[in-house]
């Protein structure tokens, strides 16, 4: 299986519009190359730029749901189409992540549950998700999750429990924490005995450097492919058949104890 990792900056001088229009260019480009591609974080409005959300933030079926099916479509990928500001019309903004099939179908939406900021920004402007999501692709069965989830090893435990082979994260990551980025995409990894496929953003958004290094990262903890710091497409072939054999030969989920059952008292 190939999957390519776009790496893009979001550039406050571009537009959205014309953002998605060059984003949905670099995923057509990928028809024939990729059987998955995945999108950053918030690459319509930067992940850090907390006064754009309300302002750009569009229903599920917006203007970048139409862009990236139609994107995917004439691609022919499965397309983890990142994550928008999504207004919900009967609660507040989400920060969602939209993942199409081959025929540009929306294949599911999940909404960020782990939102970054503390007592502001996204965790203040932001309602959090509540279910995991899994997508399955004939190939692998993917669990999705995005940028301040990578700290909770509980939610990826969720996702393999859900059947999850190959673990998407789509980030806007900063520079300054770039070490715990890699750090986490492995430890995330091992500990699941699953691919991690991990897109972040480059450039600078709202004044914060972003990290890049997108990342690939297979259930040995081993990296497969690594990007720069800059705009770039990571794509690296990958073999999902690895995950079953690994946990085969390895069955440390096999002794899994806790959060199997409720504690007693």
Partial sequence: MRASLIQIAVDEGESVESRRERVASLVRDQAGVADLVVLPELWTTGAFAYEEFAAEAEPLDGPTHEAMAKAASDAGVWLHAGSIPERDPDGPLYNTSLVFSPSGERAAAYRKIHRFGFDKGEAVLMGAGRDLVTVRLPETTLGVATCYDLRFPELFRGLVDAGAETLVVSAGW????????????????????????????????AGVPQAGHSIVVDPWGEVLAEAGPGEEILTVEFDPAKVARTREQFPALKDRVLGLEPPRR
């Fill in 174 to 205: 900063p520079e300054r924490r770039r070490a715990h980025w890699t750090l986490l995409a492995q430890a995330r990894a091992v500990e699941n005995q699953a691919f991690v496929l991990a897109c972040g953003t480059a450039g600078t958004h």
